[in-house]
């Protein structure tokens, strides 16, 4: 092997390392920033599922003092109206022909359904 040659691959094996090295000096700085960044999520994370745990204890105690709800009946209203209006206009409400001209007959399908929602 000539030494020309010879001294210009140590060389160029010295740049490799140095920028190995550099490389490895910045992942150094990622891991150290990624790990302070993680312990910092940590803390907040247990932070707010402290704060959690209070609000849901505190929620508990306020609903054990309500008094329960009566069941309501389920008021239809507006909604059943219009369909009845669109009904009564000449239009099928029942979901086989829903939309569709009636042509002036009754429909079994939306009278049946009109009265379901009605009772």
């Not at 704060?51 to 008094?67: N, T």
């Not at 209203?77 to 219009?82: I, L």
Request: proline share 3%.
């Amino acid at each position: 092997m000539k030494e020309g040659n010879f001294l210009d691959r140590v060389m160029e094996f010295e740049q490799q390392l140095e920028a190995m090295h550099e490389q490895f000096r910045e992942l150094i700085g990622f891991v150290a920033k990624m790990t302070e960044e993680n312990h910092s999520l940590q803390l907040e994370n247990h932070h707010l599922r402290t704060r959690l745990e209070e609000l849901s204890e505190k929620a508990q105690v306020i609903d054990e003092q309500l008094p329960p709800e009566k069941p309501r009946r389920m008021d239809i209203g507006e909604g059943v109206d219009n369909l009845a209006r669109i009904y009564n206009e000449g239009y099928h409400v029942c979901n086989v022909h829903y939309g569709s001209s009636r042509k002036g007959e009754d429909c079994l399908f939306c009278l049946s359904f009109l009265s379901k929602q009605n009772s």
